[in-house]
């Protein structure tokens, strides 16, 4: 058989690969032809889709099943560099199968170019890969293993074959492909655990926060006995799924732009257990050395680099995969009954203070508010469904300050990289992979970056509700040059040069339902409308322009013209003393300075 033939063989019985979301090239002719008699290919419009599809197939499937992204040589991977860097900064799994010219045709060293459409694409990936190697013979597929093993820190993984390579006929279809696996210290583990009981016993105002690095398995299985253990759970954005807002002692989502009470609350603990989160510094707001400046910070992490970085300052870090870490943890934990009832309490009294919907916003009655929106959206999905809040600007911040997720649910974004476009293609992968229907909120500059995939929704008939948040332009950026500029706007909308297509047309183009929500009146039926339709729909949400997105992290502009950023209890628009007094009494000291 080929090569190509043997390889994706591989991929399907042994590493249990089922679909190719791909762009077609002559260079992966034979590869291609290969995947189209052993997956579900998917073709798409544009290489970085394929990519953003098969990182969030694989991050939503609940049945292991995982795709992979197949590219021609050239623009083929140029164009998917983009997805792959955001999978890398996600530590999410992404393979990557591109095509490359004939080995005959590649260039010496002291060459830019010899095969048509050649680019040393092995080199432009591999500071942003786990592994990225060009395949100039065909290798066996004991060694194909342990280059795709999943050991350590996940990430993509880049492989480059030549179109003769791909054609080589091999008579080796033997698979040796098991690896050891890395023997895990429990006794560091246990000790480490030990410490926590120890810091338990003494703690008042005691947090877990549950990150992206915990696996959905695990977090959804022992849920029950989480939420037993009577301590306060946030989550992480790429969390945020791993532990309902529905379920006991739930404290919302923490972060630079996160929900003002969990921030507040967060910032009051003694006692911080970081599980499977890297502690970065949309995480811990840029004045990292105020992150929870009271508190004992353990935090479990895959990779010891973030152990080591130093920023936030930790108290004792643990190497070790989150998952096995809290399963053994929850088995030997054991908390008094009610013993933080007053610090529960006291969550409880701040979270009722500030709700979803910060009263700081305004908006003209005309538009809708997008708070509101998201707010009545979390009410009325349901636990199958899967949500996409993009992964940049004023659409994502909202979502992830406002939805309520509830316990099945899963919410995937790619906040690491934080491009603008990500949000259709991912909404591709998760309604794929899934098969739920899937809710994508996107802003209106981010859609036009990756529009062209509403070609692979209808193709595919996905039940796809597409909500775009249309405000002329890039609120974020509008919102930025405002505060900081003195509303000297510059590409930030259509009236300062940016160009933005008439949303109905688009829809219809595709042959997509289209439906509009504009205002306050009725909103909650409207809503009840659309999400009782099954298929595909773009749903264009009139936001006012001068919106406000409030609370948020903001920077103090010095004399010097340095720029100073607020802790994350600090956040704009500025508490009142009375509500510093009541919410805020363990910093009191710290703010009185």
Same mark, same amino acid.
């Given at each position: 058989?080929?090569?190509?033939?043997?390889?994706?063989?591989?991929?399907?019985?042994?590493?249990?690969?089922?679909?190719?979301?791909?762009?077609?090239? +002559?260079?992966?002719?034979?590869?291609?032809?290969?995947?189209?008699?052993?997956?579900?290919?998917?073709?798409?419009?544009?290489?970085?889709?394929?990519?953003?599809?098969?990182?969030?197939?694989?991050?939503?499937?609940?049945?292991?099943?995982?795709?992979?992204?197949?590219?021609?040589?050239?623009?083929?991977?140029?164009?998917?560099?983009?997805?792959?860097?955001?999978?890398?900064?996600?530590?999410?799994?992404?393979?990557?199968?591109? +095509?490359?010219?004939?080995?005959?045709?590649?260039?010496?060293?002291?060459?830019?170019?010899?095969?048509?459409?050649?680019?040393?694409?092995?080199?432009?990936?591999?500071?942003?890969?786990?592994?990225?190697?060009?395949?100039?013979?065909?290798?066996?597929?004991?060694?194909?293993?342990?280059?795709?093993?999943?050991?350590?820190?996940?990430?993509?993984?880049?492989?480059?074959?030549?179109?003769?390579?791909?054609?080589?006929?091999?008579?080796?279809?033997?698979?040796?492909?098991?690896?050891?696996?890395?023997?895990?210290?429990?006794?560091?583990?246990?000790?480490?655990?030990?410490?926590?009981?120890?810091?338990?016993?003494?703690?008042?105002?005691?947090?877990?926060?549950?990150?992206?690095?915990?696996?959905?398995?695990?977090?959804?299985?022992?849920?029950?006995?989480?939420?037993?253990?009577?301590?306060?759970?946030?989550?992480?954005?790429?969390?945020?799924?791993?532990?309902?807002?529905?379920?006991?002692?739930?404290?919302?989502?923490?972060?630079?732009?996160?929900?003002?009470?969990?921030?507040?609350?967060?910032?009051?603990?003694?006692?911080?257990?970081?599980?499977?989160?890297?502690?970065?510094?949309?995480?811990? +707001?840029?004045?990292?050395?105020?992150?929870?400046?009271?508190?004992?910070?353990?935090?479990?992490?895959?990779?010891?680099?973030?152990?080591?970085?130093?920023?936030?300052?930790?108290?004792?870090?643990?190497?070790?995969?989150?998952?096995?870490?809290?399963?053994?943890?929850?088995?030997?934990?054991?908390?008094?009954?009610?013993?933080?009832?007053?610090?529960?309490?006291?969550?409880?009294?701040?979270?009722?203070?500030?709700?979803?919907?910060?009263?700081?916003?305004?908006?003209?009655?005309?538009?809708?508010?997008?708070?509101?929106?998201?707010?009545?959206?979390?009410?009325?999905?349901?636990?199958?469904?899967?949500?996409?809040?993009?992964?940049?600007?004023?659409?994502?911040?909202?979502?992830?300050?406002?939805?309520?997720?509830?316990?099945?649910?899963?919410?995937?974004?790619?906040?690491?990289?934080?491009?603008?476009?990500?949000?259709?293609?991912?909404?591709?992968?998760?309604?794929?992979?899934?098969?739920?229907?899937?809710?994508?909120?996107?802003?209106?500059?981010?859609?036009?970056?990756?529009? @062209?995939?509403?070609?692979?929704?209808?193709?595919?008939?996905?039940?796809?509700?597409?909500?775009?948040?249309?405000?002329?332009?890039?609120?974020?950026?509008?919102?930025?040059?405002?505060?900081?500029?003195?509303?000297?706007?510059?590409?930030?909308?259509?009236?300062? +040069?940016?160009?933005?297509?008439?949303?109905?047309?688009?829809?219809?183009?595709?042959?997509?339902?289209?439906?509009?929500?504009?205002?306050?009146?009725?909103?909650? @039926?409207?809503?009840?409308?659309?999400?009782?339709?099954?298929?595909?729909?773009?749903?264009?949400?009139?936001?006012?322009?001068?919106?406000?997105?409030?609370?948020?992290?903001?920077?103090?502009?010095?004399?010097?013209?340095?720029?100073?950023?607020?802790?994350?209890?600090?956040?704009?628009?500025?508490?009142?003393?009375?509500?510093?007094?009541?919410?805020?009494?363990?910093?009191?000291?710290?703010?009185?300075?």
């Amino acid at each position: 058989m080929k090569y190509s033939e043997e390889l994706l063989d591989f991929l399907k019985e042994e590493k249990d690969y089922t679909h190719c979301f791909f762009v077609a090239g +002559g260079n992966i002719m034979h590869l291609l032809d290969a995947a189209r008699t052993r997956f579900e290919c998917i073709p798409v419009v544009h290489e970085v889709a394929a990519g953003i599809a098969v990182e969030y197939f694989n991050e939503t499937n609940l049945e292991h099943k995982k795709a992979f992204a197949l590219v021609t040589a050239g623009p083929g991977l140029t164009n998917i560099v983009t997805a792959i860097a955001g999978a890398y900064l996600e530590s999410r799994e992404l393979l990557v199968i591109g +095509g490359q010219v004939k080995t005959s045709d590649l260039k010496s060293a002291s060459m830019r170019q010899r095969g048509i459409q050649e680019i040393d694409g092995r080199a432009i990936v591999e500071p942003i890969t786990n592994h990225s190697v060009l395949l100039k013979n065909p290798v066996n597929m004991s060694e194909m293993g342990k280059l795709l093993s999943g050991e350590g820190r996940p990430g993509p993984i880049f492989i480059e074959i030549p179109l003769d390579v791909q054609a080589a006929l091999v008579d080796h279809k033997v698979y040796e492909t098991k690896t050891e696996s890395v023997l895990r210290d429990n006794a560091i583990e246990q000790q480490f655990i030990t410490e926590i009981k120890t810091f338990l016993e003494n703690s008042e105002r005691p947090i877990i926060l549950i990150g992206g690095g915990l696996s959905r398995d695990t977090a959804w299985k022992y849920s029950r006995q989480i939420s037993e253990l009577g301590i306060p759970v946030m989550t992480t954005w790429n969390g945020s799924d791993r532990y309902g807002s529905d379920l006991p002692n739930y404290w919302g989502r923490p972060n630079t732009w996160g929900q003002r009470s969990a921030n507040i609350l967060l910032q009051q603990s003694d006692l911080v257990i970081a599980v499977g989160t890297r502690l970065g510094i949309q995480q811990t +707001g840029f004045a990292w050395d105020e992150f929870c400046p009271l508190a004992k910070i353990f935090q479990i992490d895959i990779d010891q680099n973030e152990l080591d970085k130093g920023h936030p300052k930790i108290f004792r870090g643990l190497c070790s995969d989150a998952s096995d870490f809290l399963v053994n943890f929850i088995g030997s934990v054991f908390v008094a009954n009610n013993k933080f009832g007053h610090w529960l309490e006291f969550g409880t009294k701040v979270i009722q203070a500030f709700p979803l919907n910060d009263l700081a916003n305004t908006n003209s009655s005309e538009y809708v508010d997008p708070f509101k929106l998201v707010v009545e959206l979390g009410s009325m999905l349901t636990q199958d469904d899967a949500i996409v809040p993009c992964s940049s600007g004023g659409a994502f911040t909202v979502t992830l300050q406002a939805l309520s997720v509830k316990h099945g649910q899963t919410v995937t974004s790619d906040k690491g990289l934080a491009s603008m476009g990500y949000g259709l293609s991912g909404a591709i992968g998760a309604a794929l992979s899934t098969q739920r229907r899937t809710i994508l909120i996107e802003g209106d500059g981010g859609f036009s970056q990756n529009l @062209q995939e509403l070609g692979t929704v209808a193709q595919q008939n996905l039940n796809l509700k597409i909500f775009i948040f249309s405000n002329s332009g890039y609120a974020s950026i509008r919102m930025t040059q405002r505060n900081y500029f003195d509303g000297a706007y510059l590409g930030c909308d259509i009236d300062t +040069g940016l160009g933005m297509p008439n949303w109905q047309f688009i829809a219809h183009a595709y042959g997509i339902r289209f439906s509009v929500l504009k205002g306050t009146d009725n909103l909650d @039926q409207n809503l009840t409308s659309i999400l009782n339709r099954t298929g595909p729909e773009l749903i264009e949400v009139l936001i006012d322009p001068e919106q406000t997105y409030w609370p948020k992290i903001t920077s103090r502009i010095l004399p010097d013209g340095k720029m100073v950023s607020n802790p994350l209890h600090l956040m704009t628009p500025d508490l009142s003393p009375d509500q510093i007094a009541e919410y805020l009494p363990y910093l009191a000291s710290r703010l009185n300075k």
